[in-house]
């Protein structure tokens, strides 16, 4: 055991720094403090326990957290004597009961077991990252918006499975990009994490003290953790074997950890040299190659969603092997998936971020890759043009490249003139402009209209859900 430098794992994982502090140890047993601050403050108010015993009480939790933050070497037995019980609830109330009096003593988590508060502090930690990843995500996709706006008219390559497919424009790439941003935003879950059930549920010991002041002490510890506007909400029913709101907690973060690493790899694709479409502003170089400029915040983003599954699966796992009144192992490997999970989420908003602040889009290179892939492209427009009048082969001959594609095709269609009903009906191929066929910009469809419905949407008044927490409208 070290006496300056807590056991971390930040250097096997680059990037991770930037979501630790909001789930690192020190921030759980922050939150274990107010927990048990809140439950004293609660006992309170509802005419429990005196005004020196809460005082008393509430100071000794606040020197006991306080204590462990200053000293690494405390955090590191808080959490070997953690062992034992099974959490770290049962070492910190002993800490905190060596520096009470019997009466303040009694009053420390009477009624409450380690799953209440152990469940009400990761929940309260989440509902912190919760606020953070909606604040960053309405960052994130009006930067992607702006960067829509500002590249509407740039013509790159749509392609699928890897190849050429389509001319499209760079503007709905990123607003495509926004859109998914802007969807996990949307689907921001509820975050009602306040935990009372004592040790099997059913809030017996809490009725047997408490009397008819329960009501009031619950309505109390509720209103303590969550703020006023817990008032007007009803107190949770325990939910210490039903899981399925930590899935739904999770569900988020990992959606947050994919968006950053689905826009991660487009970019990393458009960075390579021989691509040439995109640059990134923060880069890291190479211990050996000195020529090198690595996209490492994208890279670090793709990482980020190769490692989220497999959290995500745990707590699938979990939520499904929760049995009777509390788990036997199931409830204690959600926590570090969970906080592995909240740390990886706000680490990659955060580089997502960065990213995109430093994306520069190179225009030439977009159109000399189009032009590459000219005239292949247009193989679907020819085969919907003149499909009836061409023959596969003769199609396959226009777009081989190698010589003039509108020459090429002016001479087939002389070899099949339009029929009399051809080129009566309006709107026919035959009234096509032969020189701008092969333009991409004549080939985009409705392209920039679904890229204005996107934004639209993004920038018109937040839809409101029942299951989301009542944050802040874009408007």
């Not at 487009?266 to 990134?280: A, H």
């Not at 081989?400 to 594609?405: I, L, M, Q, T």
Request: with cysteine; net charge negative; glycine share 8%.
């Amino acid at each position: 055991m070290t006496d300056t430098v807590a056991h971390t794992r930040l250097l096997f994982a680059p990037g991770d720094l930037r979501g630790a502090e909001a789930i690192d140890d020190v921030a759980l047993v922050s939150a274990l403090g107010d927990v048990e601050s809140a439950w004293i403050n609660a006992q309170a108010h509802a005419g429990l326990i005196s005004a020196d015993s809460r005082a008393e009480a509430v100071a000794g939790i606040e020197a006991t957290t306080r204590s462990l933050l200053a000293d690494s070497a405390e955090l590191e037995t808080l959490a070997a004597d953690a062992e034992s019980g099974g959490n770290p609830v049962i070492p910190f109330l002993a800490a905190v009961r060596s520096r009470l009096s019997h009466d303040a003593s009694r009053a420390l988590h009477k009624g409450l077991t380690s799953q209440d508060v152990m469940d009400s502090a990761l929940g309260l930690l989440m509902a912190r990252v919760a606020r953070q990843t909606h604040a960053r995500l309405d960052v994130i996709c009006e930067l992607l918006v702006g960067l829509s706006d500002a590249h509407a008219d740039t013509v790159c390559l749509a392609r699928t499975l890897t190849q050429p497919a389509l001319p499209t424009t760079f503007g709905l790439k990123a607003a495509a990009w926004a859109a998914e941003v802007q969807e996990v935003q949307s689907l921001t879950p509820r975050i009602d994490y306040v935990q009372i059930g004592g040790a099997a549920g059913t809030r017996a010991a809490i009725r047997e003290f408490a009397g008819p002041q329960t009501d009031a002490l619950l309505r109390q510890f509720h209103v303590q953790l969550r703020g006023p506007d817990a008032a007007l909400t009803s107190v949770p029913v325990p939910w210490h074997t039903d899981r399925v709101r930590v899935l739904n907690w999770a569900s988020h973060l990992t959606q947050c950890v994919t968006v950053g690493a689905s826009i991660a790899r487009d970019v990393l694709i458009g960075t390579r040299p021989e691509v040439g479409e995109l640059s990134l502003a923060a880069t890291g170089g190479s211990s050996a190659m000195p020529q090198k400029v690595n996209p490492t915040s994208a890279v670090l983003l793709h990482r980020n969603g190769m490692r989220a599954p497999g959290l995500m699966a745990t707590l699938t796992s979990t939520a499904a092997e929760a049995i009777e009144e509390r788990s036997d192992g199931a409830w204690h490997a959600e926590w570090p998936a969970l906080s592995e999970l909240m740390g990886l989420a706000v680490s990659s908003l955060i580089m997502l971020q960065t990213m995109g602040e430093g994306l520069s889009v190179n225009p030439e290179a977009m159109r000399t890759n189009v032009e590459t892939a000219s005239p292949g492209i247009f193989a679907e427009r020819l085969t919907i043009a003149f499909g009836d009048r061409l023959a596969k082969a003769e199609i396959q001959e226009i777009i081989a490249g190698g010589g003039d594609p509108v020459a090429a095709l002016k001479a087939a269609l002389e070899k099949h003139p339009a029929t009399q009903d051809e080129t009566s009906n309006e709107g026919n191929p035959a009234e096509v402009d032969l020189d701008g066929f092969f333009s991409p910009e004549n080939y985009l469809g409705d392209a920039e209209d679904i890229r204005q419905t996107i934004v639209d949407t993004i920038n018109g008044p937040e839809p409101v859900s029942p299951g989301l927490l009542p944050f802040a409208s874009r408007k």
